[in-house]
């Protein structure tokens, strides 16, 4: 109800001063990054990685979503069974399926497929080089057919830099090019210096291009050079000039020897700088993320989990089990109660084993949860184990345990 006072009043003149005060710009915030503790007796360490769609505590493992979905999984699977909290796009994929209107009409990869946790792209430089009868590399960039329609594509950095920022991931990657595993010295010598070229003009047009869904995109460079430890030295060295936010090691499990594998991480974990995450590209199995963890690697993704798993192969707590051996037919334990997900702790062997012999797709499904879900323990596991101070110890017990075949 409304009231009018019935006497009236004078106000004294008031004099209105406008101020105008400058446009305030806001900057968002970088992709953060706190070593919350270092292993006192190796490289590795426990951290926290900071984005705009939330953290990520380190080592971390990240499902592969190469065509914005995980195979077989669902995102509310990723999210409550496998307990994931960063995933990876393609940015090669993206671009070709759905195309990039899809994705920027729906405001990114994120609203697009539902995944409200940071998302990684690759710049999809694997998988143009790995086209090698139907591309061609200049120092412009990649001309190439796409493997859906044959039609042709030019890939150049700056193009690279324009998709990602249209596909919208919280880290996006620079466009390398990657040569393979044993690669003679002259080759990779050639191969790492136009990577560094491109990386060049990679970060011209990241840096004059915004943001474009309301969060902070963030660069990493990736170093490579083969097997070869002075290029392996120039690429760190030049990659750390940057100052990127993270760096990449690109460039390995790519056909050369484990041991040279490991020989080449180390190696790169020395000389990037120990203040930002190092992300070791496409490594691998769960003995080879513990040993790269011990070096200080912070970060991983693979396809052999879900892949593994479509093809009846089960990492667990215990060791490797192949589903399809007839031992499993009447083993109703379930498939591994070592490890926090209600999948794994929920059906049994046997079970698996007859979907998987029936080609059932829910056994394509439980295999890759299960898989993944046991990635995703390990490494949490490894974090536990250098914050607590025991993790060498730990480490060299699982590398023996877990190659076992049961």
């Keep these: 109800m409304l009231f009018l006072w019935p006497v009236p009043f004078h106000l004294p003149a008031i004099t209105i001063i406008f101020i105008v005060l400058p446009a305030t710009i806001f900057y968002m915030a970088s992709l953060g990054f706190e070593i919350n503790h270092s292993d006192a007796v190796t490289g590795a360490r426990a951290g926290t990685i900071t984005t705009d769609h939330g953290t990520v505590q380190t080592p971390i493992f990240m499902p592969v979503g190469?065509?914005?979905?995980?195979?077989?999984?669902?995102?509310?699977?990723?999210?409550?069974?496998?307990?994931?909290?960063i995933i990876l796009g393609n940015t090669y994929h993206l671009y070709l399926r759905p195309g990039?209107?899809?994705?920027?009409?729906?405001?990114?990869?994120?609203?697009?497929?539902?995944?409200?946790?940071?998302?990684?792209?690759?710049?999809?430089?694997?998988?143009?080089?790995?086209?090698?009868?139907?591309?061609?590399?200049?120092?412009?960039?990649?001309?190439?057919?796409?493997?859906?329609?044959?039609?042709?594509?030019?890939?150049?950095?700056?193009?690279?830099?324009?998709?990602?920022?249209?596909?919208?991931?919280?880290?996006?990657?620079?466009?390398?090019?990657?040569?393979?595993?044993?690669?003679?010295?002259?080759?990779?010598?050639?191969?790492?210096?136009?990577?560094?070229?491109?990386?060049?003009?990679c970060f011209a047009r990241f840096k004059e291009t915004p943001d474009k869904y309301g969060y902070t995109q963030n660069l990493f460079p990736i170093v490579q050079g083969g097997v070869h430890h002075d290029l392996r030295k120039i690429s760190c060295e030049y990659i750390s000039s940057k100052e990127a936010t993270g760096n990449a090691i690109g460039g390995l499990s790519v056909g050369e020897p484990i041991d040279k594998m490991y020989e080449i991480c180390n190696l790169c974990c020395e000389l990037l700088p120990a203040a930002k995450p190092r992300y070791l590209m496409g490594v691998g199995t769960p003995w080879n993320i513990l040993e790269c963890i011990e070096m200080g690697v912070d970060m991983f993704d693979c396809v052999m989990p879900t892949r593994n798993g479509r093809n009846a192969m089960l990492f667990t707590s215990n060791g490797i089990i192949n589903i399809d051996n007839k031992k499993w037919e009447f083993d109703y334990s379930v498939l591994d109660e070592g490890i926090d997900c209600g999948i794994s702790n929920y059906y049994s062997k046997a079970y698996l084993r007859h979907l998987?012999?029936?080609?059932?797709?829910?056994?394509?499904?439980i295999a890759s949860v299960h898989n993944l879900a046991f990635y995703l323990w390990l490494v949490n596991q490894a974090r536990e184990h250098i914050i607590a101070g025991d993790f060498k110890s730990w480490k060299q017990e699982m590398v023996i345990r877990l190659q076992q075949k049961l």
């Design 66 to 85: 190469t065509a914005g979905t995980v195979k077989a999984v669902t995102q509310q699977q990723l999210e409550n069974d496998v307990k994931a909290r």
């Design 100 to 201: 990039l209107e899809v994705l920027e009409k729906a405001g990114g990869l994120h609203r697009f497929n539902g995944w409200h946790h940071p998302i990684l792209t690759d710049s999809g430089g694997f998988q143009v080089f790995s086209l090698a009868a139907n591309r061609k590399i200049n120092e412009d960039g990649v001309l190439f057919q796409s493997h859906i329609d044959g039609s042709r594509h030019l890939f150049t950095p700056e193009k690279v830099m324009d998709i990602q920022r249209t596909i919208g991931g919280d880290i996006i990657m620079a466009f390398d090019e990657c040569p393979p595993g044993g690669s003679e010295y002259q080759y990779a010598k050639t191969s790492m210096e136009l990577t560094h070229r491109w990386l060049d003009r």
């Design 356 to 365: 998987m012999k029936a080609k059932e797709y829910l056994g394509l499904t």
